[in-house]
């Protein structure tokens, strides 16, 4: 099997935080998974948008979420751009939430033979500098 990095050693910088998305980011301060949910039509969305991609209102509410979920499906990236190139191969995951929303992110902590559709995963915080963190998934041995 391919040995398999990650990328927690790739220097990163805090994206831009927009006022919108900014209770998402604060949540990250903490370790914690805040999405935002319509309580018109009780569906919840990801990534952070200025109003609901079911009814286009803005009367969203923010949620904590656990934040444990499935690989729903993934890539072995090979080949990367700066600032990933030198730090392949790397998986790359689309992970399936129990709130019904799917959200990519890298996968740390996972050996080639152990990434399947279905794996069971959890959240991994990756600091960033401002504070915040980066949400990355690693295999849930629970």
């Given at each position: 099997?391919?040995?398999?990095?990650?990328?927690r050693d790739v220097p990163r910088h805090a994206p831009p935080h927009?006022?919108?998305?900014?209770p998402f980011w604060e949540g990250t301060r903490q370790r914690r998974l805040l999405l935002q949910y319509d309580?018109?039509?009780?569906?919840?969305?990801?990534?952070?948008?200025?109003?609901?991609?079911?009814?286009?209102?803005?009367?969203?509410?923010?949620?904590?979420?656990?934040?444990?979920?499935?690989?729903?499906?993934?890539t072995i990236a090979r080949r990367a751009r700066p600032p990933f190139q030198g730090h392949e191969p790397f998986i790359?995951?689309?992970?399936?939430?129990?709130?019904?929303?799917?959200?990519?992110?890298?996968?740390?902590?996972?050996?080639?033979e152990t990434i399947r559709v279905g794996l069971k995963v959890k959240p991994y915080w990756h600091p960033l500098g401002d504070g915040t963190h980066l949400l990355m998934f690693e295999p849930d041995g629970e």
């Open positions: 099997m391919t040995d398999i990095r990650d990328t927009r006022s919108y998305s900014e309580p018109q039509v009780g569906r919840y969305q990801y990534y952070p948008r200025p109003c609901s991609l079911f009814t286009g209102r803005r009367a969203l509410e923010w949620r904590e979420v656990e934040g444990r979920g499935e690989v729903y499906s993934y790359i995951a689309v992970v399936h939430l129990p709130e019904d929303v799917q959200i990519m992110g890298d996968m740390v902590n996972c050996p080639a």
